[in-house]
């Protein structure tokens, strides 16, 4: 094993999400996927949603096509319900996570099931490998109840998604990309380690108060994502005033050409513009 590997991840850069909006108008922050952090493997976007006004999140994200990666929503406050043209549909609630893996394609909608209140949560898509890409699709959704909560140190609460923390496994299944998905608490100079695969691909990105990293102690502010160094492990700071939140997220790199345009994500070009013609001709 290398010492890089042994090492503790440090903060490799750290990104601010941009402001855009996406389906029929949601306004969004766009985390990875916009040209500051283009991708990282096997990551291809990062969206955070959050708004107390209706009129941003109200129109939802009408029928839409996709192939050849996973969407992971996760939601903190407000309810979503989703439908797709394979006759699933399902209601995401505040704490819930939906971990859809469109495969060879499929059609599906997202539209808010409440006029009012706090809508927030985040999507990440993952891509899929090669061999993977023309799956059936399927749907991995748990409600708040099934998602496990792990109080590793004092201070620290981590509600477990994907991959394990102090010994709680999530119930998030993915071989290809082994992800770990975590959301952290942090009360003001609590401190958590945790253990990732040295080689997987890492980020961290806070969405209230401040967060340090690593022996350097670099901060990571509110709406900072940050890419993270190989390592073995990640040390991490409450640095705020308040409790800090943010979600620590990892997974094998797949080390495979992409060729992506809007909804789908394939290997070549050729495979691309056989999605179009497969979503023209209706064999989603």
Known sequence: MTTANLASRSVRRVIQGMPTSDGAGVKLRRVIGQPQLPDLDPFLMLDEFGTDRAEDYIAGFPDHPHRGFETVTYMLDGRMRHKDNHGNEGVLVPGGVQWMTAGRGLVHSEM???????????????????????????????????????????????????????????????????????????????????????????????????????????????????????????????????????????????????????PFVMNTREELQQAFVDFQNGRF
């Not at 100079?189 to 040295?198: G, R, S, W």
């Open 112 to 262: 808010p099931e409440q006029q009012k209140g706090r809508m927030r949560g985040f999507q990440l898509w993952l891509n899929l490998p090669a061999r993977d890409k023309m799956t059936e699709p399927r749907y991995q959704e748990f409600g708040p109840e099934r998602i496990p909560t792990a109080a590793p140190s004092p201070g620290v609460t981590v509600k477990v998604i994907a991959g394990s923390a102090a010994g709680i496994v999530g119930p998030i299944l993915q071989p290809a990309t082994d992800p770990t998905y975590l959301d952290l608490a942090l009360e003001p100079k609590a401190e958590f380690t945790q253990e990732l695969p040295p080689d997987h691909a890492a980020f961290l990105y806070v969405f209230e108060g401040e967060v340090t990293v690593g022996e350097e102690a670099s901060p990571v502010r509110t709406h900072e994502l940050a890419v993270l160094s190989e390592g073995a492990r990640i040390r991490l700071r409450g640095a705020s005033a308040q409790t800090a939140r943010a979600i620590l997220v990892a997974g094998r790199p797949l080390k495979e050409p992409v060729a992506k345009y809007g």
